[in-house]
């Protein structure tokens, strides 16, 4: 079952914040974030796992709460080159599947 | 250069006509899966593989098949593909699987069209 994110949409200025919400109904064992650009593949961003280790390597950062099976991701002093669409990938704990939600569209303007 | 191939990258085809999506990658990877991508519904897992000797079900696996004979490869087979099947498609890669904490690595896509 696909988590849901939230919201579908977003438009910020160079300098703004943001945040993207994705929430799965499963107990999850870990939740991953990439980015994609229009007509390009999907971009890894970051991996937050249960128990509380995290992986990435931009300026962009999530939280994981394992009891909510939430995470959210934070765009701070958002830049222009953030625009795209972030999709968040759950995997429950019980399998090795990793479902995507549809996707949440950002665009940032000058 | 590490990346992962596929090809076709374009396809338009019939109704019925079996067809094989390849997808290869050069990196040594023990992780590959295939997704497909279709508006407003994100990516969606058709297949997965741990490892050569390792393949399961993503949460859209119907009419689909894949094989992971060697580990390099991982081809999609549509062996009567339908219009409901018209859709980008993605093969990615990873090191030693996602539950590692493993990034996954994209190809390009192959965006396919079935009349």
């Known amino acids: 079952q696909q988590p849901v994110q939230s919201p579908q949409a977003v438009i910020l200025r160079e300098g703004e914040d943001a945040v993207i919400n994705c929430s799965s109904s499963?107990?999850?064992?870990?939740v991953h974030w990439y980015r994609q650009k229009h007509g390009e593949a999907p971009v890894f961003l970051m991996i937050l796992l249960k128990g509380g280790e995290q992986k990435g390597h931009e300026k962009i950062s999530a939280s994981f709460n394992e009891k909510k099976q939430q995470s959210s991701l934070y765009l701070t002093a958002s830049q222009l080159s953030y625009s795209g669409t972030y999709f968040c990938?759950?995997?429950?704990?019980?399998?090795?599947?990793?479902?995507f939600g549809a996707g949440t569209t950002v665009t940032v303007r000058a | 250069e590490a990346q992962v191939t596929q090809n076709p990258r374009y396809l338009i085809t019939v109704t019925g006509k079996k067809l094989t999506v390849t997808c290869s990658q050069n990196?040594?990877?023990?992780?590959m899966s295939w997704y497909r991508q279709d508006p407003g519904l994100g990516l969606r897992q058709i297949y997965y593989?741990?490892?050569?000797?390792?393949?399961d079900k993503g949460d859209v696996p119907e009419g689909y098949k894949v094989s992971r004979k060697e580990k390099r490869n991982f081809p999609l087979i549509l062996e009567s593909p339908s219009p409901n099947q018209t859709s980008l498609y993605f093969c990615?890669?990873?090191?030693?699987?996602?539950?590692?904490?493993?990034?996954?690595?994209f190809g390009p896509g192959t965006r396919l069209t079935v009349l």
């Open positions: 990615a890669s990873s090191l030693t699987g996602t539950r590692a904490g493993n990034e996954q690595f």
């Open positions: 593989s741990m490892n050569v000797e390792v393949t």
């Open positions: 990938g759950t995997e429950a704990r019980d399998d090795y599947k990793l479902s």
């Open positions: 499963k107990a999850l064992y870990s």
């Open positions: 990196m040594n990877h023990e992780y």
